[in-house]
């Protein structure tokens, strides 16, 4: 058996960054490093250099110009690649601070009658949202504004315990209940 690896396996152009010069410091050589958020380029001198490059742009960056009409502001939607994942965001950032899910173009909103009013503000709508781990939860669309949150499915209606106006459907081993969401009663609903 041949324990000698073919050099030919490997491009050049994994090898052009061997001796790239750090930019900033001018006398440090670029590195392949990994970091939390994927691999990227550092000064071999670190930490008396600080100089990173990503290798991949997350940076919110446009991908392709929509054609569509903001509802907030009427600027162009784009469609952008951020940190984690595909967005659709306004053309006009930073001052209008418009984004929705790609999935959310095509399919029809919600209508004000189906759409679970926030609990805490009284001003925005509790929509579907998915974590940068991919978990579903359920938050207020007037973040930053307001920050409630739920992990299970919202629906309209009164509590039949307190009168809190959220309920949320919970999966147990009897089947699907649905329980209040207010934290101080948390009881589950008796059938109508």
Known sequence: MNNKIDSQLFSAHE???DNETCPQCHHGVLRLKNGKHGPFLGCS????????????QNDGHIVKELGLPCPE???????????????????????CH??????QL???EATTQDAVECPECNKGQLKERKSRFG???????????CK??????????????CGFGVLLEKKKA???VLECASRQCNQVQESP
């Open 15 to 17: 090898h052009a960054l």
């Open 45 to 56: 001198d670190y930490p008396g250099c600080s100089y990173i490059k990503p290798l991949h």
């Open 73 to 95: 502001c009427q600027s162009e939607l784009v469609l952008r690649q951020g940190r984690y994942g595909m967005f659709i965001g306004c053309s006009d950032y930073p001052n």
């Open 98 to 103: 418009f984004i929705q899910s790609p999935n």
């Open 106 to 108: 095509n399919s029809q």
């Open 135 to 145: 978990k579903t939860f359920y938050a207020c669309d007037q973040y930053p504004k």
């Open 148 to 161: 409630y949150a739920v992990n299970q499915q919202p629906h309209k209606g009164p509590c039949q315990y």
């Open 174 to 176: 009897t089947g699907t």
